[in-house]
């Protein structure tokens, strides 16, 4: 268990549901993971229905992304509130509402770790409808990831661009994508080039 860390808690719940005989007990099962999950986010950056106080608009800060700690784990252990958010698409995939902890994502893809940053575009980008307005919170971390000298986050950024952008996003990041076909990496060269024919079939004019 320790390979694959993971919680004892969440190496739990993984089993209930293998061993779970209906669908009512799954149901039952993810239930309480969501109120187990809603207990550990309540005190963090988020409201219990995972909206925060900031503007919807394209730039706007990530919330908890400036490092502020208010005592909440999920905000001052990243490995936790990774694991939070795997445990939130888990929820997702069996069917049920994770919404709550979409924010959490959102925050994570600000952080410096690429395992973080990466996770946190990945909820996002499996979770977030088109029309959802945390989209907009994303922009200005694509931004500053696509112009970033580590070509890690860079090919994260792409990777993100071409499952959160938008028609009306496509402006915000399309300048950069366009520069990064000139990267000195081959591997950044050849995902800006997928990034922009995504960007050209959302807004071919």
Do not use: W
Not at 19 to 45: F, H, N, P
Not at 73 to 78: D, G, M, R, S, Y
Not at 102 to 112: D, N, P, R, T, W
């Amino acid at each position: 268990m320790s390979g694959m860390h993971l919680s004892r808690e969440f190496f739990e719940l993984i089993k209930a549901i293998g061993e779970s005989k209906s669908k009512q007990e799954e149901d039952r099962i993810i239930a309480r993971e969501v109120m187990t999950l809603k207990k550990k986010l309540e005190t963090g950056g988020a409201g219990s229905d995972g909206r925060p106080t900031l503007g919807m608009i394209p730039g706007s800060p990530i919330p908890g992304s400036a490092g502020a700690a208010n005592g909440n784990a999920l905000n001052t252990n990243k490995k936790k509130a990774r694991e939070f958010l795997v445990r939130v698409l888990y929820v997702e995939m069996l069917g049920h509402d994770g919404s709550f902890g979409y924010i959490k994502a959102v925050e994570l893809a600000a952080s410096q770790s690429i395992i973080h940053k990466r996770t946190g575009y990945l909820v996002c980008s499996c979770c977030l409808s088109p029309d959802h307005e945390f989209r907009f919170m994303l922009v200005n971390q694509m931004q500053r990831d696509l112009i970033s000298s580590n070509l890690l986050e860079s090919c994260g950024a792409l990777l993100a661009v071409t499952s959160l952008i938008t028609a009306d996003l496509v402006g915000t990041v399309s300048a950069q994508v366009v520069g990064l076909l000139e990267h000195s990496a081959e591997t950044v060269r050849k995902k800006a080039i997928i990034a922009l024919h995504r960007l050209h079939q959302l807004a071919p004019d």
